[in-house]
């Protein structure tokens, strides 16, 4: 069984960095695509960022240009470095990974802004 692995949440001032984690050692075959998520009090989950097996990235506008998505796929690993962090980031965030496998989510790691 596939478990996705994160870590790196955490509590940070505004205007701090955070970098989170997700690995799937579990996936043995070819990863298509692999994003973050996240979801706050009483609001529905939205993407965050995403990236493609051919490294082609996507943002949502609220967090372009301080959120960079990275991959290591000798690692099974998906990054998202996050700097100038604001309180609205506040939220769980989650990987997902989608393979030939089947589409995997992660358990959720918290990140508190505080302001």
């Known amino acids: 069984q596939v478990q996705l692995v994160e870590s790196g949440g955490g509590l940070v001032q505004a205007g701090g960095s955070l970098r989170l984690s997700c690995a799937a050692p579990?996936?043995?075959?070819?990863?298509?695509?692999m994003g973050w998520y996240r979801q706050a009090p009483g609001k529905q989950r939205e993407l965050v960022a995403g990236?493609?097996?051919?490294?082609?990235?996507n943002y949502a506008d609220s967090v372009k240009g301080r959120f960079t998505i990275s991959r290591d796929l000798a690692k099974n690993t998906v990054y998202l470095e996050m700097n100038s962090l604001k309180p609205e980031d506040t939220a769980v965030y989650y990987c997902?990974?989608?393979?030939?496998?089947?589409?995997?989510w992660g358990q959720g790691t918290q990140v508190t802004v505080s302001s």
């Open positions: 997902k990974i989608a393979s030939r496998q089947g589409l995997f």
């Open positions: 579990g996936i043995i075959f070819s990863i298509n695509t």
């Open positions: 990236i493609t097996s051919d490294g082609r990235t």
